[in-house]
């Protein structure tokens, strides 16, 4: 047990008009059993929870809610604070560890007014899961607080998401540019260049195929090293007690985040390309972003399937090579 500082709101929600509401219904003690907080980070959402946890855990008066008294635990310190997540490369939360959760937040608090369990990426609930947790929702513990983070709140249960007060959050932006991503979008608009200039012969046509496979590769080496980069930071800052089969879920979550951080920027690049040629009225330009935005998009929806990001990567790049050669 330490005397610690109470844990800081995100710099980009603390002044949002949701920590007000929280702040308020914590005063008066009239906070939701069951809170979904969603937003486009997860890294946000949990810096949120930990901070609402603390104030729910550790009241003004002291951890203990005696009068006069200061000392406090953190969050993952606290005997009444409990976390589930999701597990393994398939990043799923099983119906067994829910019951154990639920069993868990059953008894007493240990030493603080009320028990809380935030539950980490709640859409990666699979069926049986999210039908035993929805029964908890129904009938929620005594003094408990159950809070589910995630960036997809249309993946929830319309009945888990009908039994929670909603509370969006901004991101909290941190520019972050992998080792070599400039420079490979540089080349991919170069190479969208070329291919609106026209392809003459066949070398051309076989420079254009070998470019594409390129970008393709090297992709590939840029997000493996970026993952490893953050997943190294971020391992510094995870509970100690966190099993194997849960790193490895988070470290598969980081890749995929950052993946899908890389495709929306390749959207950006593409729509800047054509924004001075849409200008001019060119109608091919139109036809082909319009056909390439709608492609990139499959490709991130076969992404969600689990589709290797190379394979996704490549069947964009080889139709673009078709849309934007075609005029």
Known sequence: MSS????????????????????????????????????????????????????????KG????????????????????FTLRPTGKMRQISADATRDLIG?????????????????????????????????LEEPPANTSLLLLTTRPYALLPTIRSRCLHFRFPTDTVSFAPNGWNAWLDDYRAWLTRLVKGIADKKAAADSIFSAYGLV????????????????????????ELSEEE????????ANGLRSRLFIEIEQATRTFSLARL??????????????????????????????????LEDFLLASLRLWSRK
Request: proline share 6%.
């Open 62 to 81: 002291g951890g203990l809610g005696l009068p006069g008294m200061d000392v406090r635990f953190t969050p993952e310190q606290h005997p009444d604070f």
């Open 104 to 136: 868990k937040v059953q008894v007493s608090p240990t030493m603080a007014p009320r028990k809380v369990a935030v539950i980490h990426e709640c859409d990666r609930m699979n069926i049986s899961a999210a039908n035993i947790f929805l029964k908890t």
């Open 247 to 254: 790193q490895v879920a988070i470290e598969t979550g980081i």
């Open 4 to 59: 610690v500082e109470t844990t800081p709101w995100p710099s980009a929600v603390a002044a949002t008009p949701s920590i007000a509401v929280i702040e308020r219904a914590i005063e008066r003690q009239r906070l939701s059993h069951s809170l979904l907080l969603t937003g486009d980070d997860i890294e946000t959402l949990q810096h949120v929870a930990l901070a609402l946890a603390d104030r729910l855990l550790n009241p």
């Open 279 to 312: 200008k001019e009225n060119d109608a091919g330009t139109r036809r082909a972003l319009t056909a390439s935005i709608e492609k990139l998009e499959h490709a991130v929806g076969l992404l969600r399937l689990n589709l290797n990001e190379s394979a996704a």
């Open 217 to 240: 590769a090297r992709f590939g080496a840029i997000l493996d090293f970026a993952t490893d980069e953050v997943w190294k930071k971020q391992k510094e800052k995870l509970p100690a």
